[in-house]
């Protein structure tokens, strides 16, 4: 085992030093602290060696290099670090070693930097890097986690925790009714552009240019009641899956032991949706694509030409905006037997290529719209596809055809983005007849769970659907139009008129038109019935004969007894 010394440094003599010989060597006494101390002089004399105040000891590392360790002011703790380090030399030395040791003393800000090139070499996008490293290190300030030792799932889930909380709101000065932009983004702690950027994706009102720009009291706190409400289930499970991540890296890198934030769980993000999108009917569709292509107005480059040419392919393959923003006129081949075009990996989400076939009408109307283009360059190039940029140039196309950004759905507004056109993609396929695996491979899923997500069920096309079922009414069972009308109590029952025709006492049941209501338009003025497409939207069955007589139920029937006795528990 090493020998703990404590190695000693020169000093110089005090006026008037006290030269005594000690142990037949010469020493000089001096006071430290109120206390006399003797220490050995120097060969010449003129110095006094005075030993440090921690133990040191010299180590033969792993490569076989002696270097000088400090230890301790106590000599016991030194001398079993010593022998500590010493055994785990010998244990590397014979090839026993336990890389989780030394990985486990760098700071975790060192680990996102290897995690980052990790992801990197991957092939992950610089947007999921960059998001992936913000979200870990994050949680990790929030948390107080430093090293990889310190991470703990019950801190991790509490601030998670609070950030879905509703934070505290911005006080904003009293008697302004109006703001200037630079006063407005002071005031939220924000970016003048990021302040524009806000007022422009929530629709809020602002008034003048430049700097005749006023913004009303109304708008900035809106903006500071919408920056101060918690994030929501989905938010917080990005920060989950990225720190989950992140430490399973480490273990499979053998960089520790285990994974702590193991147990840490996904919430349900179904109870709270903060974005939810719409898909667009086939007839919706057709008034977007004629109002952009009859719009006079440019929006970051693209004419209304080409927001026609664009919302039509994102119709007709389902790619996102960034895959539609890389495609150039080369990767359309729309001359063949079956007309496609290819998404190269480094574009696709999926980071695999993809040969998606077109429908002929799609590429009908493409063919003469790219012939013109140049065949190296993007044909939707620019920023539109960047920061809901999209969002807001097709919000101003739907506001021409007369189309409504916004519906209220069943668990809150339901928004018809850019991104919705991939949603009406695979719901359009969806009714057409186009089976769940087969929509899996168009959009490009790993998962059919979320596919299903994307192709959207309304309850007519559920009605429509029960409505191909077949009868299963034995022929001699009670009059089912009968037993309603007894279990329910209704009344004014008519008698079942002939058909003039052709005497047929059959009614005649249609599904549910589906009426959307536009977010915050009362009932009165709520738009007519919206016509819908595809199988199963409109179906005719036999209905069963209406009977006339008193409403009344029979309690001496068995079958009546048991149902009325369910209604009632």
């Known amino acids: 085992m090493p020998k703990p010394f404590k190695p000693t440094r020169p000093f110089r003599l005090p006026p008037n030093a006290d030269i005594v010989e000690h142990e037949g060597k010469a020493h000089v006494r ?31 590392d792993a490569n076989g290099t002696v270097r000088r360790v400090k230890g301790f002011a106590d000599l016991k703790a030194t001398e079993q670090l010593a022998a500590e380090m010493e055994r785990k030399a010998s244990r590397v030395r014979s090839g026993h070693t336990d890389p989780a040791e030394e990985h486990a003393r760098r700071p975790l800000a060192e680990h996102l930097k290897d995690y980052a090139a990790h992801l990197e070499a991957k092939g992950d996008t610089g947007r999921h890097v960059r998001d992936t490293l913000a979200r870990c290190a994050a949680l990790f300030a929030g948390c107080g986690f430093v090293f990889p030792l310190d991470a703990d799932a019950g801190k991790a889930a509490e601030w998670l925790v609070r950030l879905r909380r509703d934070g505290a709101r911005v006080e904003l000065p009293a008697g302004i009714d109006s703001f200037r932009p630079s006063e407005a983004a002071a005031a939220l702690g924000v970016t003048k552009s990021a302040l524009n950027r806000s007022i422009q994706r929530h629709q809020l009102p602002a008034a003048g240019n430049g700097k005749a720009r006023r913004i009303p009291r109304a708008t900035v706190e809106a903006l500071a009641a919408s920056a101060a409400r918690g994030v929501g289930p989905a938010t917080v499970n990005h920060y989950t899956r990225a720190v989950r991540g992140f430490f399973r890296w480490l273990v499979r890198a053998k960089r520790i032991g ?37 719009s006079g107005k440019t929006f970051r480059g693209l004419t209304g030409e080409d927001r026609y040419a664009l919302y039509l392919t994102a119709a007709g393959t389902g790619f996102r905006a960034s895959a539609l ?32 076939p077109l429908p002929p009408d799609v590429a009908a109307a493409l063919r003469d719209y790219l ?4 065949a190296g360059t993007p044909v939707w190039g620019g920023t539109w596809a960047k920061d809901a940029r999209g969002a807001e140039m097709i919000r101003g196309d739907l506001a021409v055809a007369g189309i409504a950004y916004a519906v209220e759905g069943p668990d809150g507004p339901e928004y018809a983005d850019f991104h919705a056109l991939r949603h009406s993609f695979l719901t359009l396929g969806g009714r057409s007849g186009i089976d769940l695996r087969t929509l ?21 096309d559920l009605t429509g659907a029960v409505e191909k079922l077949p009868n299963l009414v034995p022929a001699n069972a009670p009059d089912a139009g009968e037993m309603t009308a007894r279990l329910t109590g209704t009344c004014g029952a008519k008698k079942a008129v002939p058909d003039a025709v052709t005497g047929d006492t059959r009614g005649h049941q249609s599904a549910p038109s589906g009426n959307l209501r536009i977010v915050g338009m009362t009932a009165a003025d709520s738009p007519q019935p919206l016509e819908m ?32 006795l369910y209604q009632l528990s």
């Open 440 to 460: 899996q491979e168009l959009a490009g899923h790993s998962d059919p769970i979320l596919t299903a997500r994307y192709s959207h069920r309304r309850l007519y």
């Open 325 to 356: 923003a890389n495609l150039t006129p080369a990767d359309f081949d729309l001359n063949a037997a079956a007309p496609v075009v290819v998404l190269a990996a480094r574009f696709n989400k999926s980071r695999k290529a993809k040969v998606q």
């Open 371 to 374: 012939v013109d283009k140049p």
């Open 258 to 294: 285990s994974n702590p934030l193991e147990t840490l769980t996904l919430v349900n993000a179904a109870v709270d949706v903060r974005r939810s999108r719409r898909e667009l009917t086939a007839d919706e569709l057709r008034r977007l694509f004629t109002a952009a292509r009859t």
């Open 30 to 60: 001096v006071r430290e602290r109120g206390k006399a101390a003797l220490y050995p002089l120097t060969k010449d004399g003129t110095k006094y060696l005075r030993p440090a105040k921690r133990w040191y000891f010299d180590l033969r």
């Open 533 to 564: 497409q595809g199988a199963g939207a409109s179906q005719h069955r036999p209905a069963p004969p209406r009977t006339s007589g008193p409403c009344r139920a029979r309690t001496d029937d068995p079958l009546i007894k048991s149902q009325l």
